[in-house]
């Protein structure tokens, strides 16, 4: 390992947030060459750390000390940090949509011509199609971040701040929306960068590919550093003790189930896109009271769409039928058709279509129930707010929500608590059918197991669940039937006991898929 | 986390309760405008200009409230201001021209705004068409109505010498006794209300303030009453200013009590997430539309009422005023963030800002740029210091 000097690092870090200890003395080193995982439960400080690290939380809000080879440095916005050579990539990506990949990747440092008067946009699209060639990404440079998939705007937002020519990557999860052929390629560019004497601090919840990565680990809990480990020397058991601070039994607890009636009901659809462009097609399965059906497939399988057009936020439907309970929902029934009849959606991109962030945990908890609470005449009516206040409380203890109460704004909490609370919202109108895209994506190992344990708790109460997630592991774990998807239908259904990931594996790449054809929506 | 405030945070599920910087910057503003403007002109405090802030005041505000319930939403509406002009200059002509009895023709023409409005609202919401497109088109469109309906001409809301409700709408004053009998009515509503309201939240452990929830109810009945007896000092209440209590009302408890309320806040906050989250997103807004259409009429009789007939330059200008009010009360033009107290205080701002100019005879020179000075640091402010 390399041991010379740090090339950044943290000592003491305090930081405060209103009166909520976010950081109480975090410590760290980097060193050249080096990939450094950190790893922590929801709301043990990571995001807050990083943000630190990249000058989002400016200098003099934090007490201790930050360090760039060995002097004491001042970050007071990102613009700083990144000239120290740092860069980071945060969950939340930075692109933006209008502009095309190669337009992201150079934006604010154009390649100039004329004397610098004018952009040179054919070297900056050459420059953008070399950087993407060499990560082995088969993404034109000419194509609208818009039109990619999550997936692939992340591999965009690390070729760009590598066309910074950056010391030190800060990576935020940098894998939760990646299937998992797209990771090993991630994975094979960070050893690449490491070889090229790059520091790379990696933060993840997905311990496979910390133990595949890291050299050294560094473990927060309740924003503390407990820990800094050799990879070598330690074990995912023992990282996950030292995160949780107690024993995980058991990482995928699904229980028994006992399917009764046919709830949802697919037959034969197809849909396709506000352009006209083909999603879905020929689909049909059934989901049963009491049962978890997984669904999987590779990025731009139809996943998504399938939810989305069941729920009734998506697409237009150009055959076969949806039913609910035995009744039909129509070609052009609203989500809000599906919540009254039972249906719920929780989406695998939470900020965009689960919170209104700038609201409180009570605000959003409520939103899709209100006429539960409303005495009087539909939306007109007046808001029972000791009931919903109360109603609210229950399901905001039950999921153990961290935060000082209903009245906190949820755009201040960590990715997990988030998710919560959209969980928490849609559990409110109490539906027969839960449709989950992806629930534990960019959330830790604690509440992940919450998140399972609650879809036991589901089908134990006779609700159906549809889970689609692109972990195998989670998928294999979880499933009480698994179908897997590519290119818009249906390559191979598997019961829990056949399901093996070779299989899975074959079913999903049954059509020869090019990144390029799935990743463009 | 152990470390976590112990002090109750002012707020619950709805609109956001808490005070901020805009609370105080407010009232000194309006505060010193009243200290220039009644040193300048010591009739500025007059009871009889201070009659006359009442009905302007109600004129602004009524319309502002309306464009509070389309700005909640992430929307915008220009085409009240030509639209006010048109739908009192077509009531003004059913009246004075065809002979109509005044409740007929105002009925007509506010049924008339409804359809208007809603299919403008079903323009922007379905077709995607953006609001301010549409509305900037309805501006144009409602101005040419106008001025042909009228001829270009002036067109009495009354036949000579006589009163009708579209007369007495800016005239009418409630008799003392009245207004002093209604000021108790609902100074005592809003006690009980706000007494019940309180107990019943702490009863269910949420977390109020008792002394600030006091003290609002406390300075509200203090100005209620104190406007009440300056206006008998003249002619008594406006009916006009009876209007805007009814409308206010009407609109405080819609964006606060009601769910319609609570999903005017979720779309503007995020629209793709309200839609997700079941609420009937093309509904609630189409229905805003055609309220903001209903209150545009009221203010249309109004405008029109008050300036005893309808002319070519009655509404003109209306649709800035009111987003002005919105936006010093701290309305967010993207949405998802106002009150009705907040836009209550801005067109009192505003409406005090042009009376008091008037009073002391500075020209429209001066009036626009002071306006529009006035605008732009009121939003600097509030980007400034308010909380975000």
Redesign the interface.
């Known amino acids: 390992m390399n041991t010379s000097e740090p090339i950044l690092s943290a000592d003491a870090l305090i930081k405060r947030f ?4 976010a950081l109480k003395g975090v410590s760290f080193d980097l060193r050249p060459g080096e990939v450094h995982a950190i790893c922590g439960e929801n ?1 043990a400080g990571k995001s807050t750390l990083i943000k630190l690290l990249g000058g989002i939380h400016p200098a003099g809000t934090y007490e201790g000390e930050v360090r760039v080879d060995g002097k004491p440095v001042q970050f007071y916005n990102s613009r700083d940090a990144e000239n120290a050579g740092i860069a980071v990539i945060y969950q939340e990506l930075a692109l933006v949509p209008e502009l095309t990949v190669a337009e992201n990747i150079f934006l604010g440092v154009e390649p100039r011509r004329f004397g610098g008067l004018a952009i040179d946009w054919p070297k900056a699209y050459r420059d953008a199609a070399k950087l993407l060639s060499q990560f082995k990404l088969n993404i034109p440079a000419d194509a609208r971040v818009n039109d990619l998939g999550i997936g692939y705007r992340q591999l965009v937002e690390i070729a760009k701040a590598l066309g910074k020519k950056s010391r030190v990557l800060i990576l935020d999860e940098p894998t939760a929306a990646l299937t998992e052929q797209e990771v090993d390629v991630l994975l094979d560019i960070i050893r690449d960068l490491r070889a090229r004497g790059i520091a790379i601090v990696y933060i993840s919840h997905k311990l496979d590919e910390v133990f595949a990565i890291a050299d050294r680990i560094t473990v927060l809990r ?2 503390a550093s407990v820990a800094s480990l050799a990879a070598s020397e330690t074990s995912k058991d023992d990282v996950i003790r030292r995160m949780v601070g107690r024993e995980i039994a058991d990482l995928f607890p699904r229980r028994a189930s006992h399917p009764g009636d046919v709830l949802l009901s697919i037959r034969d659809l197809s849909v396709e896109s506000a352009a006209r462009k083909p999603l879905l097609h020929d689909i049909s399965l059934d989901v049963r009271a009491g049962e978890v059906l997984g669904i999987g497939g590779l990025m731009g399988a139809g996943r998504t769409e399938l939810l989305m057009h069941v ?1 009734g ?1 998506l697409g237009r439907r150009t055959a076969g039928t949806v039913t609910l309970d035995g009744k039909p929902l129509s070609a052009r029934h ?3 058709e ?3 009849r039972g249906l719920v ?1 929780i ?1 695998e991109d939470r900020k ?9 945990i ?2 959003n908890m ?3 129930s ?2 539960a609470v ?1 005495n009087g005449p ?6 029972n ?6 109603r ?2 229950g399901v905001f203890k039950s999921l153990r929500v ?1 935060a ?4 906190t704004i949820v755009g201040g909490l960590s990715g997990g608590n988030q998710q919560k609370v959209v969980i928490g ?1 849609s559990l409110l ?1 109490d539906p027969r059918v839960v449709l989950l895209d992806e629930p534990t994506r960019g959330i830790d190992v604690g509440a992940k197991i919450e998140v399972y344990e609650l879809i036991n708790e589901l089908t134990a109460q006779g609700r159906a669940v549809v889970l689609v997630s692109s972990e195998l592991p989670e998928l294999m774990g979880m499933s009480d039937r698994i179908v897997m998807l590519s290119q818009g239908h249906i390559t191979g259904e598997f019961t829990r006991e056949e399901a093996t990931q070779e299989k899975l594996l074959a079913a999903a790449m049954a059509d020869k898929l090019t990144p390029v054809e799935t990743g463009i929506a | ?1 152990s ?3 112990t002090k109750p ?1 002012v ?4 609109a956001p309760r808490g005070l901020d910087a805009r609370v105080i910057i407010m009232p000194c503003v309006l505060l010193l405008l009243g200290a220039y403007f009644g040193w300048s002109e010591p009739a500025f405090f007059g009871a009889r200009n201070l009659s006359n802030l009442a009905i302007e005041l109600s004129l602004t505000a009524v319309l502002a409230l309306g464009m509070l319930l389309i700005i909640l939403p992430g929307h915008i509406d220009l085409s009240v201001g030509s639209g006010a002009g048109l739908l009192g200059g077509a009531a003004a002509v059913l009246i004075f021209k065809l002979g109509w009895p005044a409740p007929a023709a105002l009925a007509v023409v506010t049924l008339a705004a409804l359809v208007l409005w809603l299919a403008m609202g079903t323009l922007i919401v379905t077709q995607r068409v953006p609001a301010f497109i549409v509305t900037l088109g309805g501006l144009l469109i409602f101005r040419g109505l106008h001025w042909y309906v009228i001829n270009n001409g002036t067109i009495p809301v009354v036949r000579g010498g006589e009163t009708n409700l579209f007369s007495l709408l800016t005239t009418y004053n409630l008799p003392p006794l009245a207004g002093l009998l209604l000021a108790g009515v609902v100074i005592a509503v809003m006690a009980i209300a706000a007494f019940a ?1 309180f107990k ?2 702490r ?5 109020v303030d008792g002394e600030l929830s006091f003290l609002r109810t406390f300075v509200t009945a203090q100005v209620i009453l104190l406007f009440v007896l300056s206006c008998n000092a003249y002619q008594g209440v406006p009916i006009a200013a009876v209007i805007l209590g009814v409308v206010a009302t009407f609109v405080q ?2 964006t606060r ?4 309320g ?2 005017l ?2 779309i503007g ?2 629209e ?9 997103v093309t509904r ?1 807004v189409i229905a805003a539309f055609g309220m903001i259409g209903l209150v545009t009429a009221l203010t249309g009789f109004l405008q029109t009422a008050y300036a005893g007939a309808s002319t070519t330059t009655v509404g003109t200008n209306l649709e800035l005023d009111a987003i002005a009010a919105c936006v010093i009360g701290g309305t967010s033009l993207k949405g ?2 106002g009150t009705v107290g907040g836009v209550l205080m801005g067109a009192l701002i505003v409406t005090a800002l042009i009376n008091g100019m008037t009073l002391l005879s500075y020209g429209p020179e001066a009036k626009n740029i002071i306006r529009g000075a006035i605008l732009a640091a009121a939003v600097w402010a509030d980007v400034r210091f308010g909380k ?1």
């Open positions: 209103s009166g909520v200890v709301g309740d924003g729920f936020a609203t989500p809000s599906s919540i009254d959606l989406s965009r279509y689960g919170l209104v962030l700038d609201r409180s009570g605000f409520s939103l899709s209100l006429p409303t539909g939306a007109l009516g007046i808001v707010v000791p009931a919903e206040a109360e609210s409380r961290k000082p109460g209903l009245e919202k109108t | 986390m470390v976590v405030a945070i707020s619950t599920e709805g309201s019943r939240l009863g269910a452990g949420v977390a408890v819609l009590d009601t769910p319609y609570r999903y806040y979720a906050g995020n793709e997430a309200a839609v997700v989250s079941g609420v009937p609630v998802g963030r975000r």
